[in-house]
T-cell receptor, first 113, second 115 residues
């Protein structure tokens, strides 16, 4: 059973601070890693993808991957109230013809103005 | 930007009735998926579909569920005899095919309420 673990939160961060979200996964065959943002009652929205060890930056977002530790994280700099949402970590094992994403339970982030 | 579209946005049905949820994936995508999310729970994989056949399905996707791509654009999920526990948000998703593992793009979802 492939597992993706996240702290469910809630995580409260003051506006303008850095929010740090963490995720661990159990399947060493996982090759692709994604962070999705989900507002209440809405669908998951892709924020970041990362495929190799290290950091990947996109605007205020930085994804970090450590395959040896089976750990992936998301940093949000200069947090804004609009960042308040549930952040879903998702992991994909890439086999031809099957690219299923496995989701964690999500971390609920609240940015305090 | 291309998007996945789902209809209807909300479906109410009585227990035991059949429902069909409809999706139009992004046009150049080759992989199609259905996921569901029961209120307050995580997003769960139901089924993946590639090259006009199911490539993988979860334990949730039992004989009451079926998927179909009836034409070149639509992708449907049918639940033959709905149960109360089928009440959930159902998300359709699609992805391109490339070796690195492309992200899934989700539709806005269909909220299914079984009474």
């Amino acid at each position: 059973q492939k597992e993706v673990e996240q702290n469910s939160g809630p995580l409260s961060v003051p506006e303008g601070a850095i929010a740090s979200l963490n995720c661990t996964y159990s399947d060493r065959g996982s090759q692709s890693f994604f962070w999705y943002r989900q507002y209440s009652g809405k669908s998951p929205e892709l924020i970041m993808s990362i495929y190799s060890n290290g950091d990947k930056e996109d605007g205020r977002f930085t994804a970090q991957l450590n395959k040896a530790s089976q750990y992936v994280s998301l940093l949000i700099r200069d947090s804004q109230p609009s960042d308040s949402a549930t952040y879903l970590c998702a992991v994909k094992e890439v086999n031809f013809g099957n690219e299923k994403l496995t989701f964690g339970t999500g971390t609920r982030l609240t940015i305090i103005p | 930007e291309p998007e996945v579209t789902q209809t209807p946005s909300h479906q109410v049905t009585q227990m035991g009735q059949e429902v069909i949820l409809r999706c139009v994936p992004i046009s150049n995508h080759l992989y199609f998926y259905w996921y569901r999310q029961i209120l307050g729970q995580k997003v769960e994989f139901l089924v993946s579909f590639y090259n006009n056949e199911i490539s993988e399905k979860s334990e949730i996707f039992d004989d009451q569920f079926s998927v179909e791509r009836p034409d070149g654009s639509n992708f449907t999920l049918k639940i033959r005899s709905t149960k109360l526990e089928d009440s959930a948000m159902y998300f359709c998703a699609s992805s391109e095919a490339w070796q690195g593992g492309s992200p899934l793009h989700f539709g806005n979802g269909t909220r299914l309420t079984v009474t």
